[in-house]
Antibody
Framework: EMQLLGSGGGLVLPGGSLRLSCAAS????????MNWVRQTPEKGLEWVAA????????YYADSVKGRFTISRDNSRNTLYLQMSSLRPEDTAIYYC???????????????WGQGTLVTVSS | EIVLTQSPSTLSLSPGERATLSCRAS??????LAWYQQKPGQAPRLLIY???NRATGIPARFSGSGSGTDFTLTISSLEPEDFAVYYC??????????FGGGTKVEIK
């Protein structure tokens, strides 16, 4: 059974840092590009970042570029999102997502993690 | 950035009725559009990808059509479990990937 188990969320002060993790199982993690998508009631679903299957290519939304870093450890089947210089507008549920096709940048997401809540507030 | 506009924002229907949801792109996305369903407290679930392809395990009552800038998700006969929020998403021109604002299908 496929699973994406997110962790690492919580309450952080503005300007602070947080690292999210997403542990994958039930599929060949190293064969799939992965993404982070966040959701708020105000802005809906917002794509945050993407990383290729080998971890070499990365892409970011303008809103997080220079502050967030996506990475992966294929030996541990784990995806990461390092978030720094956090702002109140980064408050959201963060989902890790799996790209449908292997060895591909066909960016439709056939599996989503359960979501982890990040709250940026003083 | 490609903007996706979904309409209507809310659709009030009864079980057994047909639901027709629209997603319009600000420029052509070819066929590279997906539809997701989200229920309260859950992550989105992929229904349709590349415009017309049903994802694994998705019932045949869900169908997608369209290309270019105009797309439609049709639920042929609403089941009680279909009342949810539906989102479209394009992968044609990115970054950034973009999502529509959602259509809520509610029980009339």
């Amino acid at each position: 059974e496929m699973q994406l188990l997110g962790s690492g969320g919580g309450l952080v002060l503005p300007g602070g840092s947080l690292r999210l993790s997403c542990a994958a199982s039930g599929f060949t993690f190293a064969n799939h590009a992965m993404n982070w998508v966040r959701q708020t009631p105000e802005k809906g679903l917002e794509w945050v970042a993407a990383i290729g299957d080998a971890g070499i290519s990365t892409y970011y939304a303008d809103s997080v570029k220079g502050r967030f870093t996506i990475s992966r450890d294929n030996s541990r089947n784990t995806l990461y999102l390092q978030m720094s210089s956090l702002r109140p507008e980064d408050t959201a549920i963060y989902y890790c997502t799996k790209v449908l096709a292997s060895s591909s940048w066909d960016q439709h997401f056939d599996f989503w993690g359960q979501g982890t809540l990040v709250t940026v507030s003083s | 950035e490609i903007v996706l506009t979904q309409s209507p924002s809310t659709l009030s229907l009864s079980p057994g009725e047909r639901a027709t949801l629209s997603c319009r792109a600000s420029q052509s996305v070819d066929r590279y559009l997906a539809w997701y369903q989200q229920k309260p407290g859950q992550a989105p679930r992929l229904l349709i990808y590349d415009g017309t392809n049903r994802a694994t395990g998705i019932p045949a009552r869900f169908s997608g059509s369209g290309s270019g800038t105009d797309f439609t998700l049709t639920i042929s006969s609403l089941e009680p479990e279909d009342f949810a929020v539906y989102y479209c998403q394009q992968r044609s021109i990115w970054p950034p990937l973009t999502f529509g604002g959602g259509t809520k299908v509610e029980i009339k």
